[in-house]
C-alpha cells in the first residue's frame, strides 16, 4: 500500500474557538485525516511571540483548542493531535534553521507587520518586537520541517510562511549537500469564510464572534446582531438577500436549499422580517452545533481522556521529530 502523504498544521491556543474556526479551518482538517496522515499542533510557543507575559491562561487555553478539535470531530484514530511545547526536537530544528536563515528573510515577512502593529497598539510607542517574534516564520517552519510533512493546510494570510519554509528547505538542502527535507506545499483551505455578525473578519478581539462553546441562547443573542438589509426600514418593505450583508451569508451556509429559496422569495417579497429571519437562522445554527456542543461537555468533563488523546499523540509526533532530529545532526556533522 502506498504511504499517505503527511500533513501538518496548527493553531495558537487564543482561547476557545469560534465558528469562524470551525468553517475556515477545522472542517477542512476533518475532511484531509481521511486522506492523509495529519499533525495537528497546539502551537503555544507561537503564543508566547506575542503574549510571552500573558500566560495566567495558557494551560487552560492550550485544553479548550484541543477540546473544540476533538468535539468538532478531529479523530485521534485517524489525527495526529500534539502541544508544540512537549516536542524539544521542534526548538533544536529551530536553532539549526535560525543559523541558515539570512536576516533579510524573517524581516520580510509580512504579518510580522500587522503583529508589530498590534503591539504598538496594546503596549504603544515603547513596543519592542522581541528576538522571539522575529523567529515566527523560522520556528513555523520548525514545526512543518520536525515532520518533514508534504502539505500545509492554511489561510491565505499564512501561505507566506509556507512559501518561506520552502526556501529554508532548498536552502538547508543545498547548503548541507542533501535532498533530505521534503519542499512543503501549501494546502488553501478551500472552506467559506464566516464573517462576524457585523461582516468584518470573526474574531474574539472584536466582540463579534460566536465560540463552538457558547450556548443557544448566547448563539441567539449574537445572531439578532446580525448585520441584515441596510436600506430596508419597516419589517413588510421588499428586501434584498443580496445586499443582506450577514445574515443571508449564514443562510447560505446553515440552510438547506429549500429554506434558503423560502427565505430569498419571502424576502424579496416584503413577506419576512428581519428580526423573524434571525430567529429563525439561530435555531438553524443551533441545531448545526448541538451534536459538537455535547460532544464538548463530554470532552470537558473527562479532561483525563482529553490528556490521553494528547500524550499518545505527543509519543507518535515526538518519535518522528526524534528521529528527523538524530538524521540532522548527522547530516550537519554535529557532536
Ligand atoms: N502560525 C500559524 C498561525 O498563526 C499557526 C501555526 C504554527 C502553524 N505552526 C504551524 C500553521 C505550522 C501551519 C503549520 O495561524
Ligand atoms: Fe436578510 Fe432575512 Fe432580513 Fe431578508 S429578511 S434582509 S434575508 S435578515
Keep these: 500500500m502506498e504511504q499517505k502523504k503527511r500533513i501538518m498544521s496548527g493553531m495558537r491556543p487564543t482561547g476557545k474557538l469560534h465558528l469562524g474556526h470551525y468553517m475556515g479551518v477545522i472542517s477542512n482538517w476533518i475532511n484531509l485525516q481521511n486522506e492523509y496522515d495529519c499533525y495537528f499542533s497546539v502551537a503555544d510557543w507561537h503564543a508566547l511571540t506575542t503574549g510571552y507575559d500573558k500566560t495566567e ?9 484541543v477540546i473544540d478539535w476533538l468535539a468538532c470531530g478531529i479523530d485521534p484514530k485517524k489525527a495526529t493531535i500534539f502541544v508544540q511545547s512537549t516536542i524539544p526536537e521542534i526548538a533544536e530544528l529551530n536553532i539549526y534553521l535560525g543559523m541558515v536563515t539570512p536576516q533579510n528573510w524573517v524581516e520580510r515577512d509580512p504579518t510580522l507587520k500587522d503583529m508589530a502593529k498590534i503591539l504598538k497598539n496594546k503596549e504603544g510607542q515603547n513596543s519592542q518586537i522581541g528576538f522571539g517574534l522575529m523567529g515566527y516564520p523560522v520556528l513555523m517552519s520548525a514545526d512543518i520541517m520536525a515532520v518533514n510533512a508534504h502539505y500545509v493546510p492554511v489561510g491565505i494570510d499564512q501561505v507566506a510562511h509556507v512559501e518561506l519554509t520552502r526556501d529554508m528547505v532548498r536552502r538547508f538542502n543545498n547548503i548541507y549537500h542533501t535532498d533530505y527535507f521534503i519542499e512543503p506545499q501549501p494546502k488553501l483551505n478551500k472552506c467559506s469564510l464566516l464573517c462576524g455578525v457585523d461582516g468584518a473578519k470573526m474574531g474574539k478581539s472584536f466582540n ?57 422569495e419571502e424576502c424579496k417579497a416584503g413577506k419576512r422580517g428581519c428580526a423573524d429571519c434571525k430567529r429563525q437562522l439561530a435555531v438553524k445554527v443551533n441545531e448545526y452545533f448541538k451534536d459538537i456542543r455535547d460532544k464538548r461537555k463530554y470532552y470537558e468533563n473527562h479532561l483525563e481522556e482529553v490528556k490521553l488523546i494528547l500524550d499518545e499523540g505527543t509519543e507518535k509526533s515526538r518519535a518522528i521529530s526524534k528521529k528527523v532530529l538524530e538524521d540532522v545532526r548527522n547530516i550537519i556533522g554535529m557532536y
Aim: contains cysteine; proline residues 3%.
Design 57 to 65: 491562561q495558557l494551560k487552560e487555553n492550550v485544553l479548550n483548542v
Design 208 to 264: 463579534n464572534d460566536i465560540k463552538i462553546s457558547d450556548d443557544e441562547e448566547t448563539t441567539q443573542k449574537r445572531i439578532m446582531q446580525c448585520i441584515t438589509d441596510r436600506s430596508r426600514a419597516r419589517k413588510d418593505d421588499p428586501g434584498h438577500p443580496d445586499k443582506c450583508e450577514v445574515a443571508f451569508k449564514y443562510w447560505q451556509i446553515f440552510g438547506t436549499e429549500d429554506e434558503l429559496k423560502n427565505v430569498e
